[in-house]
């Protein structure tokens, strides 16, 4: 017996107002063990902080990073995310970020690509687009 069939979501005219106005998109959280560390780890990338959050003093940090369109969650918190996360970012400029990380870029079918890891150990797959 297969799974029962998923309802398509509610056409977006029936969406209330405040759900119109909300830009939707997916933020990954990644797991980091020093919140100040990575904020510069991802700095080289091009990601600036947006914002910081603590409980209170002492706390784990949970921080937003954006760059462009594109943001990611990094946490402090036990059990927010899995070490050895892979996430893909689509970005316009993998041969300048290959020169800086001293990675080498491949040629796949659909971008050029490189593959990071962040200080925690989470692998970043870097693509710009071909065409």
Known sequence: ?????????????TLSKAARRVQEEVVPILRVSDAAAAVAWYGR????REWEHRFGPGFPAFVSMARGGVRLF?????GDARPDTLVYLRLGD???????????????PWAREIELRDLDGNRLRIGTPKG
């Open 1 to 13: 017996m297969g799974a029962p069939p998923i309802e398509p979501r509610a056409d977006p005219g």
């Open 45 to 48: 990338l091009g990601f600036t």
């Open 74 to 78: 990094l946490s402090e918190h036990v």
């Open 94 to 108: 993998v041969d300048a970020i290959a020169a800086d990380f001293g990675a080498t870029v491949d040629d796949a």
